[in-house]
């Protein structure tokens, strides 16, 4: 989807709907504006249900102060304004209430945004505005104060954040990873000392993973690449409405004829992902004018190694990546189903996935269907797209119920002769 040809009014409702949907704003709170090619502004109105907002609710804002629309612009309308005034690259502004930014913001910390790669990038350093009166001229003046410095995220104290970009969905993007980074660190306290990532580790991930890849021109899709293509959208959407996967993070790869695989293409969307944007990956060569994950070497190295395996998924869900970024191992031994479903799951070292491409996918079994990859990701194999799938849920929250339980008491594992029963009731090798 080409989200740049939305009308200004459209894009401010999909991304509202969005944010409202996923817990990241209260139906008062949060507003949303962009600035088009002419100098309008486009902003969400005052006072108006965010969980049913419509193109007609806009209010559009003329260089001259001129307003026009239904209802009135938002009360925070005069920050917007002064940060476009003080960085004219910026195109769109967005601020919400997500809970966990206002609990940093209520302890007057940022959230730690090295502990897995990515997030600097795309967030970049978060600063801090002093607190002012929502609406207030002093708070914009505040905010405005950060976004001069050259920060494009900012925490308000005891508020919320706000964010500045190129445009609305690089807000968005900005946004949702500066909230998973803040619940991954919520999460990973739980659970020990959090791990952050230094300078070189951070650059030696930005490093290009593999050389580019031979193309090729598919012939005509058969029925199971057609049916691959539709199952794998499905479930891309159904991780991203589970809070799995973000707008950007997370790759699921299957096989189809011949020994080929679909997989998801580098930096797009995973929320309007549709069949024709997945990619096919055909005797290390991939299907012409796409661009693919960057973990396609990962993934060809699984399925070479392990006839067995259908469905590879690769995901930064926060309760498990909290055990990631914590020396805390993870034990499946927790209920029958966690265990049967998870079996063991291994711990490699950072940067394991692109390093070590051949060892990571040795480490794979049947006993060890999941490898956690220091600060990185969770890497998730299946006999196919389901099985791959549910692991990574029950995996998820498994990892979510061990963080709860830590908080209420010591957590007993099941017993190795409550194993032992349970691999020979379910027939586990």
Not at 104 to 124: Q, T
Not at 140 to 168: P, S, Y
Not at 306 to 329: E, N
């Amino acid at each position: 989807m080409r989200f740049d040809l939305l009308h200004p009014a459209d894009q401010l409702v999909m991304i509202m709907q969005r944010i409202y949907r996923y817990g990241m704003t209260t139906t008062s709170g949060g507003n949303l504006s962009i600035r088009d090619e002419n100098g309008d502004v486009w902003i969400t109105p005052s006072g108006i249900d965010k969980g049913s907002l419509t193109r007609g609710d806009m209010i559009r804002i003329r260089p001259d102060g001129e307003k026009t629309g239904m209802h009135r612009p938002s009360v925070e309308l005069p920050l917007h304004l002064q940060i476009y005034k003080i960085r004219p690259d910026l195109r769109a502004v967005l601020h919400a209430h997500p809970p966990t930014m206002i609990a940093f913001s209520l302890v007057r910390r940022v959230p730690n945004i090295r502990l897995v790669p990515d997030v600097l990038k795309i967030c970049g350093d978060v600063g801090v505005a002093e607190y002012a009166v929502p609406g207030s001229e002093k708070l914009g003046e505040n905010i405005a104060r950060r976004f001069q410095e050259g920060f494009d995220t900012v925490l308000m104290e005891n508020h919320g954040c706000v964010i500045g970009a190129k445009d609305l969905f690089s807000a968005f993007m900005a946004f949702e990873t500066l909230d998973f980074s803040g619940r991954l660190e919520i999460d990973a306290l739980k659970l020990g000392v959090p791990r952050a990532l230094s300078g070189e580790q951070l650059a030696a991930f930005a490093r290009p993973r593999h050389s580019p890849m031979d193309e090729f021109i598919p012939r005509v899709a058969s029925s199971r690449e057609r049916a691959a293509r539709r199952d794998m959208c499905r479930f891309i959407r159904r991780s991203y409405d589970q809070r799995l996967f973000t707008s950007t993070q997370g790759t699921y790869s299957q096989r189809v004829d011949g020994g080929a695989f679909l997989i998801t293409p580098y930096n797009k969307d995973r929320m309007y992902l549709e069949p024709e944007d997945l990619v096919l990956i055909r005797d290390g060569m991939c299907q012409a004018g796409m661009t693919p994950s960057r973990s396609v070497p990962l993934h060809q190295a699984i399925y070479e190694a392990h006839p067995d395996v259908g469905s590879v998924l690769i995901a930064h869900a926060p309760s498990i990546m909290a055990f990631a970024v914590t020396d805390t191992p993870f034990d499946s031994r927790l209920i029958p189903e966690s265990y049967i479903g998870l079996r063991q799951v291994k711990k490699l070292p950072f940067l394991s996935s692109t390093t070590d491409i051949r060892g990571t996918a040795a480490a794979f079994s049947p006993r060890v269907p999941v490898v956690i990859i220091e600060n990185e990701c969770v890497v998730v194999t299946g006999r196919d797209l389901l099985n791959a799938f549910d692991r990574l849920e029950v995996l998820e929250f498994s990892a979510r119920a061990v963080i709860a339980a830590r908080e209420i008491g010591a957590v007993v594992q099941i017993g190795d002769a409550q194993v032992r029963e349970i691999e020979e009731a379910f027939n586990l090798e």
